[in-house]
């Protein structure tokens, strides 16, 4: 299946999760400064592990830089 | 009471207290190490960040730094022109860095970077409604931050001048108005660009000031966050003891009686 990831699409085995996504990213384990979004919802953290990503999702994967 | 002290003298927003008056933005900087040194040097104790799409590779994290540092985080919408992207953001910092703290960012025009009045108001108050502590970057415009104030907002912050200008307070005037109707505290945010700038936000009234560009695009950060920090510090001792009035003509500070004559 195909989902877009920042906006470039990223071919994924179906029945990825959010975190099987985050390990493919290099994104370590808690995560802290990293937020996800699908279809402009916001992915709790705690669902993380069994949140699966449907075919032709829009996912947006944040981090904290420098800013503001 | 009087206060003689800055140490004695916190600033509370939303029931939180912070010993330092001076707020950092992380932004500008050219290393992390130098922005470590900027906050160390700032006595700062509460820093933004921004939120940006991740890219594969990156470098160490600023979170980590910032933990480290001791400081809290204020997360901002930067780079948001629409309500609906800057509610998004908030929730998406929400959940990154575990705060409810929110610098509401929503921007009009991408050159001049100020913000767009009706867009801010509305998402400031679905964030409000959302649980937030929303503390909007606003234009000096005393009826629209009575309005941010009336909608729930936990502080308001006025620029001085656009994001990254150096001008100053370009009309001290307006924030003036601001803080003498403000219930809520008062963060001039945007345009400070030396130590003088920090303290004349702070003798016209404001509780706080937010630098970022002027201490982290200076040569030398963490000098110029000693100077801007010493300048809020000044700046809030001078408006607490109450300055003189202005006057026309001289008035003898030496007593014009009892002089000798020959």
Same mark, same amino acid.
């Given at each position: 299946?195909?989902v877009l990831?920042?906006g470039?699409?990223?071919?994924?085995?179906?029945?990825?999760?959010?975190r099987?996504?985050?390990?493919?990213l290099?994104?370590?384990?808690g995560?802290r400064?990293?937020a996800v979004a699908?279809?402009?919802e916001?992915?709790?953290?705690?669902?993380?592990?069994?949140?699966?990503?449907?075919d032709?999702?829009?996912?947006?994967?944040l981090r904290?830089?420098q800013?503001? | 009471?009087?206060v003689?002290?800055?140490t004695?003298?916190?600033?509370?927003i939303a029931?939180?207290?912070?010993?330092?008056r001076l707020?950092l933005?992380t932004?500008?900087?050219?290393?992390?190490?130098?922005?470590a040194a900027?906050i160390?040097?700032?006595?700062?104790?509460?820093?933004?960040?921004? #939120?940006?799409r991740?890219?594969?590779?990156?470098r160490?994290?600023?979170?980590?730094?910032?933990?480290r540092a001791g400081v809290q985080?204020?997360?901002?919408?930067?780079g948001?022109?629409t309500?609906?992207?800057?509610v998004l953001?908030?929730?998406?910092?929400?959940?990154?860095?575990?705060?409810d703290w929110?610098k509401?960012?929503?921007?009009?025009?991408?050159?001049t970077l100020l913000?767009?009045?009706?867009?801010?108001?509305?998402a400031?108050?679905?964030?409000?409604?959302?649980?937030f502590v929303v503390?909007?970057?606003?234009?000096?415009?005393?009826?629209?931050?009575r309005?941010?104030?009336d909608?729930?907002?936990?502080?308001?912050?006025p620029?001085?001048?656009p994001?990254?200008?150096g001008m100053g #307070?370009?009309?001290?005037?307006n924030?003036r108005l601001i803080?003498?109707?403000?219930q809520v505290?008062?963060v001039?945010?945007a345009?400070v660009g030396?130590?003088s700038d920090?303290a004349?936000?702070m003798?016209?009234g404001c509780?706080?000031v937010l630098?970022?560009s002027?201490i982290?695009r200076?040569?030398?950060p963490?000098a110029?966050?000693?100077?801007v920090?010493l300048g809020?510090e000044?700046?809030?001792?001078?408006?607490r003891?109450?300055?003189?009035?202005?006057? #026309?003509?001289?008035?003898a500070s030496?007593p014009?009686?009892?002089?000798?004559e020959?």
């Amino acid at each position: 299946m195909t989902v877009l990831v920042n906006g470039e699409p990223h071919e994924l085995a179906p029945g990825t999760t959010v975190r099987g996504l985050l390990d493919a990213l290099d994104v370590p384990g808690g995560g802290r400064g990293v937020a996800v979004a699908i279809d402009a919802e916001v992915v709790p953290r705690t669902v993380w592990e069994t949140t699966e990503l449907d075919d032709g999702a829009r996912v947006e994967v944040l981090r904290a830089i420098q800013g503001g | 009471m009087a206060v003689t002290d800055v140490t004695t003298d916190p600033l509370v927003i939303a029931g939180r207290e912070l010993g330092s008056r001076l707020l950092l933005g992380t932004g500008g900087f050219r290393s992390l190490e130098a922005m470590a040194a900027g906050i160390g040097a700032s006595g700062t104790e509460l820093v933004t960040v921004a #939120l940006r799409r991740i890219e594969p590779g990156a470098r160490g994290s600023i979170v980590d730094v910032l933990d480290r540092a001791g400081v809290q985080l204020l997360p901002n919408t930067a780079g948001c022109f629409t309500a609906r992207d800057a509610v998004l953001t908030a929730r998406l910092a929400r959940e990154a860095f575990a705060t409810d703290w929110v610098k509401l960012e929503v921007i009009g025009n991408d050159r001049t970077l100020l913000p767009d009045a009706p867009a801010l108001l509305e998402a400031a108050e679905q964030l409000v409604d959302e649980g937030f502590v929303v503390l909007p970057y606003t234009n000096d415009d005393p009826i629209l931050a009575r309005r941010l104030e009336d909608v729930g907002c936990a502080a308001v912050m006025p620029l001085g001048s656009p994001i990254g200008s150096g001008m100053g #307070l370009l009309n001290p005037y307006n924030l003036r108005l601001i803080v003498e109707h403000a219930q809520v505290p008062v963060v001039l945010d945007a345009g400070v660009g030396t130590a003088s700038d920090g303290a004349l936000a702070m003798e016209l009234g404001c509780d706080a000031v937010l630098c970022a560009s002027a201490i982290s695009r200076a040569a030398d950060p963490a000098a110029m966050a000693r100077a801007v920090r010493l300048g809020v510090e000044g700046g809030r001792l001078a408006f607490r003891a109450g300055r003189i009035p202005r006057r #026309l003509y001289a008035q003898a500070s030496t007593p014009e009686s009892g002089v000798a004559e020959f």
